[in-house]
């Protein structure tokens, strides 16, 4: 299985080549590695660039819903996954398992295939969009285990159930760290800039590490949802309260410390960048 992960993490080094993504690697269920890998794109939404969402949100994991993408149809993934913008369409995370990679975005039987793969269903499907008798007895077993209607077809509703798998699979082992704001009382979020933001995202392990310049930008965006998916947070783009939250927890759960002031950030930020927004 080693030889398998690390053959679906080559292929999408070929495609997501840096800086093109931002990539945050956790623990997933039984302890393996999971990378949560976001593609960077050229543009953000209002809500994104102020960190003002619409409407306030709440944490924990969404359940998959069904999204009409322009030029892509419905697809089936976590509420606000895939958004779309006046210039394009920001992609979903991209889900890397030992097992193969996958984006929480089911579409079409390729997209089946692939999550199929990623989640380890065996015998492992050749990801070719043609419903063959291997992939109709995956399917079979994912109903199975998921206690669907065990159809062998790729409908819908095995879709939603793929799509909240792979979601859930991302956000189960980190997704206990929000419940303790439930016990423990939330901590102070009221200091807490976008320095400091993207300071806790670099010490939390985003990948290649962002310049933590106070400025919001399609890189820090990236970096924002690749850790939203891998803590059960809705996935927006957008630095808002649950946000906030979350890394806050994360952040003092890893270093002991409490999230630190934008004072102590600015000190620290790096010195290379070229000054553009990230």
Do not use: C
């Amino acid at each position: 299985m080693g030889g398998i992960g690390l053959a679906a993490y080559g292929i999408y080094e070929l495609f997501f080549k840096k800086p093109s993504f931002q990539t945050h690697t956790t623990s997933g269920p039984n302890g393996q590695i999971l990378h949560v890998r976001t593609p960077v794109t050229s543009n953000i939404t209002p809500a994104q660039a102020t960190g003002i969402p619409n409407k306030q949100v709440l944490p924990g994991t969404p359940p998959a819903v069904a999204v009409n993408v322009p030029g892509q149809g419905i697809v089936h993934a976590p509420p606000n996954s895939v958004t779309v913008t006046t210039i394009g369409v920001q992609p979903p995370p991209v889900i890397i398992t030992p097992t193969g990679a996958s984006t929480a975005t089911i579409a079409t039987t390729k997209d089946v295939q692939r999550a199929l793969n990623a989640l380890g269903y065996t015998p492992r499907l050749t990801e070719d969009g043609i419903i063959g008798p291997n992939t109709i007895a995956n399917i079979k077993q994912f109903q199975s285990s998921s206690g669907i209607a065990v159809t062998g077809s790729a409908d819908a509703a095995t879709k939603s159930a793929l799509a909240a798998a792979l979601s859930g699979l991302s956000s189960s082992q980190n997704a206990a760290t929000i419940a303790q704001a439930t016990f423990t009382g939330p901590p102070d979020i009221s200091h807490i800039v976008v320095k400091d933001v993207q300071h806790m995202l670099n010490v939390l392990g985003t990948s290649p590490p962002l310049v933590e310049d106070g400025k919001i930008g399609p890189k820090t965006v990236a970096a924002i949802k690749s850790f939203q998916t891998t803590h059960g947070l809705p996935v927006d783009g957008i630095a808002g309260d649950p946000l906030k939250t979350a890394l806050a927890i994360a952040f003092q759960t890893t270093t002991g410390s409490p999230s630190p002031s934008s004072g102590a950030v600015a000190s620290q930020a790096p010195a290379w960048g070229s000054g553009i927004p990230t």
